[in-house]
């Protein structure tokens, strides 16, 4: 019976061993939840809203705002010369009284005539000045030239004096109470010479 107690001992401690084991290996491993272990997105990682872009005013038609369309009204009228736009009530504007007379175009004499050259003065203190068209016109007189004129500034002139130079050129004169005009048709190598100026007053 001497070895009986040390194997008994050696049971005793392999039998502890082994339940401890199986205690470990009982004990279920803790359940992670899909759903918690989803951090929800923190309200601090938003990225902070810019500042609001600054309005431009009522959108026309096109994707232009108003005022871009007033910019571009504006450029037209320039491009279109002193006040062309307001030619049927000159008084509506600044400067309005300096736009060229209806009359005086390079058509005045429409297919008849050929310009030959045009002249403008500097303006004055006042910011007058003076036009100067010279035609040749074909298919007419000296007297046709000065009748053609007359007729043509008569809306707006009225009243033109009409004088005939010793050489046999035909004067025009008038005025209006924002230019005066002076005319003069005469011959030139044969063919009907006609001056059309007029200056501001």
């Given at each position: 019976m001497p070895t009986t107690?040390?194997?008994l001992a050696c049971s005793l401690l392999l039998l502890g061993c082994l339940v401890a084991c199986q205690g470990k290996a009982s004990t279920p491993a803790p359940v992670t939840d899909a759903k918690a272990s989803t951090?929800?997105?923190?309200?601090?990682?938003?990225?902070a809203p810019g500042p609001a872009a600054p309005a431009e005013g009522p959108v026309a038609d096109g994707g232009l705002s108003a005022a871009d369309l007033a910019a571009a009204e504006a450029k037209e009228m320039a491009k279109q010369g002193p006040v062309a736009a307001l030619q049927d009530d000159p008084e509506k504007a600044l400067g309005a009284h300096l736009a060229d007379p209806r009359?005086?175009?390079?058509?005045?004499?429409?297919?008849?005539?050929?310009?030959?050259?045009?002249?403008?003065?500097?303006?004055?203190e006042q910011g007058r000045f003076s036009s100067l068209?010279?035609?040749e016109v074909a298919d007419?007189?000296?007297?046709?030239?000065?009748?053609?004129?007359?007729e043509a500034?008569?809306?707006e002139v009225p009243t033109?004096?009409?004088e005939t130079k010793p050489d046999g050129r035909i004067q025009l004169s008038g005025a209006t109470d924002r230019y005066s005009i002076t005319f003069l048709c005469g011959e030139h190598e044969g063919k009907v010479i006609a001056f059309v100026s007029f200056q501001w007053t």
């Amino acid at each position: 019976m001497p070895t009986t107690r040390p194997v008994l001992a050696c049971s005793l401690l392999l039998l502890g061993c082994l339940v401890a084991c199986q205690g470990k290996a009982s004990t279920p491993a803790p359940v992670t939840d899909a759903k918690a272990s989803t951090a929800a997105p923190s309200k601090a990682a938003e990225p902070a809203p810019g500042p609001a872009a600054p309005a431009e005013g009522p959108v026309a038609d096109g994707g232009l705002s108003a005022a871009d369309l007033a910019a571009a009204e504006a450029k037209e009228m320039a491009k279109q010369g002193p006040v062309a736009a307001l030619q049927d009530d000159p008084e509506k504007a600044l400067g309005a009284h300096l736009a060229d007379p209806r009359w005086y175009r390079k058509t005045l004499f429409g297919d008849k005539g050929k310009v030959l050259d045009t002249k403008r003065t500097q303006a004055d203190e006042q910011g007058r000045f003076s036009s100067l068209i010279r035609f040749e016109v074909a298919d007419t007189t000296v007297e046709g030239c000065a009748d053609h004129l007359q007729e043509a500034v008569k809306p707006e002139v009225p009243t033109v004096e009409r004088e005939t130079k010793p050489d046999g050129r035909i004067q025009l004169s008038g005025a209006t109470d924002r230019y005066s005009i002076t005319f003069l048709c005469g011959e030139h190598e044969g063919k009907v010479i006609a001056f059309v100026s007029f200056q501001w007053t």
